[in-house]
């Protein structure tokens, strides 16, 4: 999907210069003026521009394939996340790579967009579930006491310990506040976001640790990772069922898998150009889509 990824405000550069037989000016200088047509006829002979005919033209087939399969509140909710987690530094980050909050959601629709063309394009087995689900944890809710060093670990432990279960959650949050030095959780009682086994955020052997327990058991072994030593509460932990009880579950993380896998994206996204009917008509940009409209010719004849 690289190739597809390139910043959506050339997607916009590339529309103003739609109606290019006009002679409207884009810059002046005292050697001359540059005008669309002409900045259109340079643009075009270069990759980069190349590329953004191929995103305009994906973007139209799978609006038009897709569209009713993404809302816009999957698109807000996909944007809030990336904004809460840059918090107040969202912008800047914006900024730096050039881009606009709309065009930011303009890509994240892309994705979702492309995101469901994979799904509706490939194939998945009862054996890639099975596979799948052998690596599969459901989405847990933890609380964590994140510590310097394992003497104050395994002391907070046994403070916990001493405690009845029914008044384990409230103790537990009373230690964070008192030991944890996660800022971000110690006043909350220690409590994360909940998690799965595709979290990438958090430490392996943090993960490892908290899918081994069950609802309100604590971890009485101190958690080493690189931030130091945690003590792990589960808070809710469903357990990990059947393959049938999680079946959305595992397709989503295949097919999230799929879009990552080059052979597989080359080839719907030639089925993809193939259905929206694309016909290039500058004659210089003739071979734009030759590398998927071939794959597309190919697959349709070995069938």
Same mark, same amino acid.
Not at 128 to 134: A, E, G, I, R
């Given at each position: 999907?690289?190739?597809?990824?390139?910043?959506?405000?050339?997607?916009?550069?590339?529309?103003?210069?739609?109606?290019?037989?006009?002679?409207?000016?884009?810059?002046?200088?005292?050697?001359?003026?540059?005008? @669309?047509? %002409?900045?259109?006829?340079?643009?075009? &002979?270069?990759?980069?521009?190349?590329?953004?005919?191929?995103?305009?033209?994906?973007?139209?087939?799978?609006?038009?394939?897709?569209?009713?399969?993404?809302?816009?509140?999957?698109?807000?909710?996909?944007?809030?996340?990336?904004?809460?987690?840059?918090?107040?530094?969202?912008?800047?980050?914006?900024?730096?790579?050039?881009?606009?909050?709309? *065009?930011?959601?303009?890509?994240?629709?892309?994705? #979702?967009?492309?995101?469901?063309?994979?799904?509706?394009?490939?194939?998945?087995?009862?054996?890639?579930?099975?596979?799948?689900?052998?690596?599969? &944890?459901?989405?847990?809710?933890? %609380?964590?006491?994140?510590?310097?060093?394992? %003497?104050?670990?395994?002391?907070?432990? +046994?403070?916990?310990?001493?405690?009845?279960? +029914? $008044?384990?959650?409230?103790?537990?949050?009373? #230690?964070?506040?008192?030991?944890?030095?996660?800022?971000?959780?110690?006043?909350?009682?220690?409590?994360?976001?909940?998690?799965?086994?595709?979290? !990438?955020?958090?430490?392996?052997?943090?993960?490892?640790?908290?899918?081994?327990?069950?609802?309100?058991?604590?971890? !009485?072994?101190?958690?080493?990772?690189?931030?130091?030593?945690?003590?792990?509460?589960? #808070? $809710?932990?469903?357990?990990?069922?059947?393959?049938?009880?999680?079946?959305?579950?595992?397709?989503?993380?295949?097919?999230?898998? @799929?879009?990552?896998?080059? &052979?597989?994206?080359? &080839?719907?996204? %030639?089925?993809?150009?193939?259905?929206?009917?694309?016909?290039?008509?500058?004659?210089? #940009?003739?071979?734009?889509?030759?590398?998927?409209?071939?794959?597309? *010719?190919?697959?349709?004849?070995?069938?």
């Amino acid at each position: 999907m690289k190739k597809w990824s390139i910043a959506l405000t050339g997607l916009l550069l590339a529309a103003t210069l739609a109606s290019c037989g006009s002679q409207k000016v884009v810059a002046t200088t005292n050697g001359g003026n540059i005008t @669309e047509p %002409a900045y259109y006829s340079s643009l075009k &002979e270069t990759p980069s521009g190349q590329q953004v005919l191929q995103q305009m033209i994906l973007s139209k087939v799978l609006e038009k394939q897709y569209g009713d399969k993404v809302s816009q509140t999957a698109v807000n909710q996909l944007f809030n996340q990336t904004k809460a987690q840059y918090g107040s530094s969202f912008n800047r980050v914006l900024s730096q790579g050039g881009i606009t909050q709309s *065009s930011y959601k303009s890509d994240i629709r892309f994705r #979702l967009l492309f995101k469901e063309a994979v799904k509706a394009n490939i194939k998945i087995t009862d054996a890639q579930l099975k596979k799948q689900f052998k690596h599969y &944890e459901p989405k847990v809710t933890v %609380a964590h006491i994140l510590v310097a060093n394992k %003497a104050t670990a395994q002391k907070t432990i +046994a403070q916990l310990s001493d405690t009845k279960p +029914a $008044n384990r959650e409230k103790a537990f949050t009373q #230690l964070a506040k008192r030991y944890s030095t996660d800022s971000v959780t110690k006043n909350k009682g220690g409590k994360l976001a909940q998690f799965d086994s595709t979290d !990438t955020t958090l430490d392996s052997a943090f993960k490892q640790a908290a899918f081994k327990l069950k609802t309100d058991d604590y971890t !009485t072994v101190p958690v080493k990772t690189q931030y130091g030593y945690h003590v792990i509460l589960m #808070l $809710n932990n469903p357990g990990k069922g059947t393959v049938k009880d999680h079946k959305a579950a595992l397709t989503a993380q295949i097919v999230n898998q @799929e879009v990552n896998n080059s &052979e597989v994206t080359h &080839e719907v996204i %030639a089925k993809v150009l193939k259905k929206g009917d694309v016909s290039i008509k500058d004659s210089q #940009l003739k071979q734009v889509l030759s590398d998927y409209m071939s794959s597309s *010719s190919s697959n349709a004849s070995s069938k």
